[in-house]
């Protein structure tokens, strides 16, 4: 197990951290390769993102809907059944993560992203709904319509595509088990342990329960019900950063100069690389932009090949709404609230458990930043201090510890060693600790929690309880909806007899999810999901660069007619 973590874990750093060498840092190549497309179909396009904008609020509400037109959903409920599944776990510990590393100019760069990323997902759903396949007689479950990159990939580049079009489907039906299920339900149950003390598989089968009560239903029960479920999801969270924000208005004005002084002229975050790090700031907050609005993914395309309507651009209009809204809206207020409160660079009172948590050994200091290291055989601490010039320090979160000590109200300073193989520390007494105390700093949904719960306590202690509660309905919404790409890679490979079967399977695997907290192997399955996710964005934006001539036919054709000035059409 510990060798297939290993190769696991070096495919994973290849594929998502193999790039360009700049200076001290690395540009992904995925990165590159994802900025670069978007950037590409945003000037082959015109700027379509900025220029249409309006028009796809005016489709999204359901001013020029056709009940009787081909597809399984409306406009809107297309948007948001593909909005549940990427407004998520990265808009809140995805942004504290980028946060964390490239300090808060990360956000400016999450914003650029967004803005490209709408031209990458308006080209990806035009060509979804053009190529999408019509099913004769199929029923409710599976759906009248199935479209998305693989079909787009055959129809459009020809039958000499197909394979790269099967290779698609297999990986993302692989991403669909695993990141689009299987981490959702964890998340869900880790958190709920964590906060009310509940058993992760009685907590996994209650979401099973859930789960299977709308996706069982098909893609209209699933889009009725994420209609629902993403406006209150979202509603919810940006209330109460917008509350927060208020409650601070004199300090949003200043958050805004830091974060865009920050972005041009760097220190980093407290785990970055040190001062004028701008390479830091852009990698994370770029990265991180992507994750979070899946634009080039592919995956999206899938929900909106399901709206009832004959016109491809009136769909794609809508779906270049998507990163605005996660990113430039719901990032944003994470963001802000982040920056606000002042929490990414306090450190507050942690537990340093030395088996595991979020333990790490680092080198370097807070002025060139930390760099995580192998575990050293030994690190000798006087006085909670960890000896000057050691190779290696004992990190949370990336980042050195300060100061240790033995107890909770941090009293009483650690003298001695700390053993990272064996996870404990002996004292000069002989006495053996599993844990340390210090002055830690937070990170990824943690951070956010923390933010949130500063921000409000002039209201109480229940803060962080809105994060929670968003981690639920995130986590729910985000397995539904993946369910519906995941059956769409199944009909695809093997026609729509697959359906049923593959739903079971995904709800088995949805409760296995739920009840590995702990366990060593949910990792192995975090990194497989990010494998299989590099991998498909390749296939997806070579089909879009090769097929953007036919893109921008589509878009000129329909803007010339205006079919929308007609009753009726969309």
Request: proline share 4%; net charge negative.
């Amino acid at each position: 197990m510990e060798t297939l973590e290993t190769v696991v874990t070096a495919i994973r750093v290849f594929v998502w951290e193999a790039g360009i060498p700049v200076g001290d840092s690395t540009i992904s190549i995925v990165v590159i390769v994802l900025i670069g497309t978007g950037m590409f179909l945003t000037l082959r396009l015109g700027f379509i993102q900025l220029r249409h904008f309006g028009h796809g609020v005016a489709v999204a509400t359901g001013r020029y809907d056709d009940p009787e037109s081909t597809g399984d959903v409306s406009h809107f409920q297309a948007l948001t059944t593909a909005l549940s599944a990427t407004v998520g776990i990265g808009n809140i510990a995805g942004v504290a993560l980028a946060i964390h590393w490239g300090g808060p100019g990360a956000l400016v760069w999450m914003w650029l992203t967004a803005i490209l990323g709408m031209a990458t997902k308006y080209a990806e759903v035009t060509l979804s709904m053009h190529y999408r396949s019509v099913h004769q007689g199929a029923d409710k479950v599976v759906g009248t319509v199935s479209g998305g990159p693989m079909y787009y990939i055959e129809q459009g580049l020809g039958p000499n595509w197909k394979w790269m079009a099967i290779f698609f489907a297999v990986m993302l039906g692989f991403t669909a088990f695993l990141t689009g299920n299987a981490i959702q339900a964890n998340t869900i149950a880790d958190t709920a342990q964590t906060a009310f003390g509940l058993n992760p598989w009685i907590t996994g089968v209650a979401l099973v329960a859930i789960v299977a009560s709308v996706i069982l239903g098909g893609i209209t029960r699933i889009g009725r019900i994420t209609s629902i479920l993403a406006p209150l999801m979202a509603a919810v969270y940006v209330l109460a950063a917008l509350l927060i924000l208020v409650m601070n208005l004199g300090d949003v004005i200043p958050a805004f100069a830091t974060i865009f002084s920050e972005a041009f002229n760097p220190t980093a975050g407290v785990a970055g690389t040190g001062v004028g790090a701008i390479l830091v700031t852009m990698t994370y907050g770029v990265n991180r932009g992507l994750f979070s609005n899946e634009a080039g993914q592919g995956s999206a395309p899938i929900a909106h090949a399901a709206a009832k309507t004959d016109e491809p651009v009136s769909e794609a209009v809508v779906a270049l709404l998507g990163p605005f809204i996660d990113t430039i809206v719901i990032c944003t207020m994470t963001a802000l609230v982040i920056v606000v409160t002042g929490v990414y660079s306090e450190r507050v009172p942690t537990e340093i458990t030395l088996t595991g948590g979020d333990l790490t050994w680092v080198s370097g200091d807070a002025g060139v930043g930390y760099e995580e290291v192998t575990a050293p055989a030994e690190i000798q601490i006087q006085d909670g201090i960890q000896t000057a010039g050691s190779a290696a320090f004992v990190a949370w979160h990336e980042v050195a510890v300060e100061q240790l000590f033995t107890d909770e109200d941090m009293t009483q300073p650690f003298t001695g060693s700390v053993f990272p193989t064996q996870g404990e520390a002996v004292d000069g007494g002989g006495t053996v600790h599993t844990s340390l105390w210090g002055m830690a700093v937070e990170s990824g949904a943690p951070l956010t929690m923390y933010a949130f719960r500063r921000g409000l306590a002039p209201l109480g202690d229940w803060g962080h309880i809105i994060v929670i509660f968003s981690v639920f309905l995130f986590g729910i919404s985000t397995a539904i909806s993946w369910s519906y790409y995941g059956d769409r890679c199944a009909i695809y490979l093997f026609g729509e007899r697959a359906v049923r079967p593959y739903k079971v399977v995904y709800l088995i695997m949805h409760l296995l999810g739920a009840g590995v907290v702990g366990a060593a192997g949910i990792s192995l399955v975090w990194d497989l999901g990010d494998i299989a996710l590099g991998i498909v964005i390749l296939p997806n934006l070579i089909a879009l660069v090769l097929l953007s001539s036919k893109i921008k036919e589509l878009t000129e054709d329909y803007f010339e007619r205006k079919p929308w000035k007609t009753a009726g059409k969309a």
